[in-house]
């Protein structure tokens, strides 16, 4: 059924996977897939940012992005299921469309819920993910 499935999530949002996270899982264990995990990270390289931060700001950034993504995979996910963690910068629903794209993806799992303020881009972003990919979406609730 599937081969490929993409799991997009906030390492700092459990929201965004804990459900969908073993709706993810089931999904390939049933077809059986490979699991791709990714993480979106803030892209630094705007003006009025980069100039304040460090040099090695962004690699030490997504050196901890990935490093808390494969402990994630590690605690969460069985180690039956192939998984490939992914980490990226950049516009969330685009890199998610992208990503999806670029594996290539027969499902994207995704979490959303009510958008509340300290959770606001979860909505907006399974939206635009929705709205956009070429690729089959699950929204998990």
Known sequence: MFKEILLPIDLDEP???????PTAVEL???SPARLHILTVVPEFRRPGVIEVLPNDYERRV???ANRRLNV?????VP???PTRPIVATGT???VIIDTADGIP????VMASHRPELSDYLLGPNAARVVRHSSRSVMVVR
């Open 28 to 30: 390939c264990r049933a």
């Open 92 to 94: 969330i629903y685009k």
């Open 72 to 76: 994630l995979i590690e605690e969460k």
């Open 62 to 64: 997504l050196a901890e």
């Open 15 to 21: 929201s965004s996977w804990a459900k969908a996270l």
């Open 79 to 81: 180690p039956a299921v």
């Open 105 to 108: 993806a027969d499902l994207i």
